[in-house]
C-alpha cells in the first residue's frame, strides 16, 4: 500500500512509519508455554501434580488479567464524546473568538447564550471566511473593530445534535451525508454535555474497535 504527500509543487511517497506518531498496540508479555497436565494424581514423581496445578493456577490468573485489560465495546456517543466542551458565549467578541481557535486549535466551538442553552456553533472556516469577506487578515489588533464586534452572523445557528445514548455508527453516517465535522451531544434537558467530531470516531476506530470491511 503506498502513501502520497501532496501539495503545492510537491508529490513525495511517505513510509508508512511516518504516518504514526505513536505506538497503536500495547505491548504485550508473554505468558509462557502450557504443558499438559497429568491426569493421575501421583505417577510417580512426588509433588509433581501439585506443582502442575499451582502451574494452571497461575496461567488461568494471568490470562483473566489480560482479558480484563481489553477495552470496552464502543458503542454510545457518551463513550467517546469530549467532555466537559469549551464553549464561547454569544456576546463573545470576534477578538476573542479568534485567540481561542490559534491557541486551543480546535475547529469547532459551540456558542451558548446567557442561561447556557446552545444557540449556534462557531468553526474555523466561519473565521476564515469573516476574514477573506471583510479583507481583514488575522491575527487582529487589540485596537481592531473586531476587538468590539461579536459574533452575530459568524456562527451557524441551525444545529444538528445527538443524545449521549445515539449510536455512533448513526452519528458517523449524519457526519458523512451532511458534511458536518462535528456534533454537540445534549442532555434531556437540552443542556450541552459533550461534542463528537469525526477526529473522535476516527480515534476510537484505529484504537477500540475491529476494523471490519465488507463490500
Partial sequence: MAYTLYGPGLRDPVILDRLFQGRIVEHAEPIGALHPLST???DGQPGQAHTQQRLAQRLY???AQQTAKMPELAIHAQQIMSTPVLTLADTTTILSAWAVFRERRFRHLPVLDRHGN???ILSDRDMLRYAATHGRVPPFGADAPEALMGL???YKKRVLTATPDTEI???ARILLEQR???MPIVDDAGQLCGM????DILRTLVHHMPLELWV
Fill in 118 to 120: 446552545l444557540v449556534g
Fill in 152 to 154: 452575530e452572523g459568524l
Fill in 40 to 42: 493421575h494424581a501421583d
Fill in 180 to 182: 458536518i465535522g462535528s
Fill in 169 to 171: 455508527r448513526q452519528i
Fill in 61 to 63: 490468573t494471568q490470562t
Fill in 196 to 199: 463528537i467530531t469525526r477526529s
